[in-house]
């Protein structure tokens, strides 16, 4: 199993209150010097979500900007777009294949390409998009589209969503015939279409690490009889939960049950609309309670959250990895958790848990890679 960490720039009003001028700006460097000490640390990848107009929930609206800073920061770590919106009316087609290629060739061909299409109205409308079932239309317009514009020589095209007369897209990526494409799913349909197209899947882990087993087993099987649409497949699947490792356990339960995690996941339900609402998270404005640490001790003992000491964190990790999960990232800054015990989590997991369960220097989408096209 890998592992990484995800990137949402969640700025709650508790932030934004205290410091009216500077919560944004600081908030923002922040997620740069987690990144650069989860690179330090053995992680092998960072994801920068695209947001736009979700106030506290997420201010990250240009993630390429961000991933090129990153790049330029780090020297390791894969920087992941989670996800681009492509869109059209979001992102032309064409500028998500620059922008991609681009960063491929900045990060020295560390970068994954993770798509999606928004899950938000607030989003979709703010662009022009009424009806979001046109979103998966246009999505699986773009998605056979891009591979095509990576190659070399001119591009053309003329369907329902976007046209393009000839023109060459450039730059061409720097990694051949293009960086790892990864979709974000999070029901069944989608898990079977990352599969048959030879896709990445990134999901989120709002359940226990059992219920996302069947939807693993069912991208597992079909990805074996992929036709992939890119040149090559991506199997891979990428869940996101939430850690705080630290030596002592204690510490992380009391850090834990006042750093705004239950509010984030309100907002989840408050934003992304296009989600199904569980009957157990109220209607917005009413909020979710935040954790206790007696609530968070069946968690830990059950091994399906990742806080505790490194030994609980372990145990947690081995819950995702005997369900089949390829990755496991944590968004621990979609929380008020302060900048040093991130920064310390990072490392403590880093130093104790990450080398039991990733050996190997080469990162899976490379590995992967090489093995399928043989390598450069």
Known sequence: MEFGIFNSLYLPKRLSEADPIGAEHSRLMDEVAWTQAADRSGFKYTWATEHHFLEEYSHLSANEVFLAYVAGTTSNIHI???I???TPPVNHPARVAERAAMLDHLSGGR???GMGRGSSSTEQKGFGIEDPALTKLMFDEVVAELPKMWKD???????????????????KPYTRPHPPLWVAAGNPSTFEKAAKLGLGVLCFAHSSPGELAPLIE??????EKAEPVGGYINNNIMVTSQMLCLE????ARR???????SYQHSLVYKYLDTFPRPDWVPAWPATLPEPTVEGL???????????????????????????GADQLVFGMLSTTMPIDVAVEAVETFGKYVLPKFDTDPVHSTTRQRDAQLGAA
Request: proline share 4%.
């Open 80 to 82: 992941g777009s989670g």
């Open 84 to 86: 681009m919106n492509i």
């Open 111 to 113: 970068f994954e390409l």
């Open 153 to 171: 020589g001119t591009y053309s095209y003329e369907g329902q969503y976007f046209t393009m007369p000839e023109r060459n897209v450039l730059p």
């Open 218 to 223: 069912l991208y597992k099987k079909n990805i």
């Open 248 to 251: 002592d356990g204690a510490r």
């Open 255 to 261: 850090i834990a049950t006042d750093i705004t995690m």
């Open 297 to 323: 001790e069946a968690g830990v003992a059950a091994g399906s959250i990742c806080i505790g000491d490194p030994e609980e964190c372990e145990r947690a990790v081995r819950t995702y990895e005997s369900v």
